[in-house]
């Protein structure tokens, strides 16, 4: 077997290890939420850490103009391959989670499977003065997988996961250790196994990021005069609100950004 390289530098074969989601039903649901919560008429939706862009598609043939934020130029460079039949309603911009910069604001925005990843408190505050500047007042802010219901040593353990998509086999595992408890700050080193029958290939990632807890995420927003907390649902499912924390399963939390500021 090969050394292992970094999945995220190899577009393909990451957008293939998450193939399992169905891009359609996220994208309803994302509709769904914009229908219920959102105070701004939407047109203009941002995707945060957008990577391959997998919404891109769905979202631009729905009629509305895709912004994508990402760090990886080699993700930005597939995205724009691949949608390069879009209408001319796709824009992406390499930048950080906390820096970046739009020409005019968008009326949505959304980060995917916990991709939020941040080094620690002064990177969140600086990632939501950005996103104060980037969302139109009255538009909400999608965060998927982004609060820690559950300590992510318990949620992510040692644990592996086998599936299979058409010929092709993946091997999934993942180690978590915390480097600063004090500051909540924790290492995740996920190795990702694919099988094509006639070639395996080994890929790697690790990823630091800040824990953020359910309580300290209320009280940041509460904080805030930019933003006001809308609510958070397990499963991606709006008639289960979260109430407690006990097993949550792919938490959703919306937040709004404030008209009356």
Known sequence: MNESPLIYD?????????????????TDFLELCIRQFSDAPTRRILEIACGSAPHA???????YQFVGVDMNPRMLRYALSKWRDLPRRLRL????????????????????VGSLLLTGEDHLQRHFEAMS???RPGGLY???SCIHF???????????????????????SCQV??????QRVYEERWTMDIDRGDRRQRYNMIERNLAIRPEEFREFIAARTDFEFVGWWRDWDLA?????????????????????R
């Open 57 to 63: 598609g769905e979202l631009v043939t729905r009629g």
């Open 133 to 135: 500047r980037a969302l």
């Open 177 to 182: 250790r915390m480097i600063d408890d004090a």
């Open 10 to 26: 190899f577009p393909e074969q990451y957008e293939a290890a998450f193939a399992f989601r169905d891009i359609a039903a996220e």
């Open 150 to 172: 559950q300590d992510p040593l318990s949620l992510h353990g040692d644990g592996q996961y086998e599936w299979s998509e058409g010929e092709t086999r993946f091997k999934s």
């Open 142 to 144: 999608f965060l998927d």
């Open 93 to 112: 911009i390499k930048g950080d989670l906390a820096e970046f910069s739009l020409d005019k604001p968008v009326d949505f925005a959304f980060v995917m």
């Open 240 to 260: 289960q609100p979260i109430e407690d924390y006990d097993d949550v399963v792919r938490p959703v939390a919306i937040v709004r950004r404030r008209t009356d």
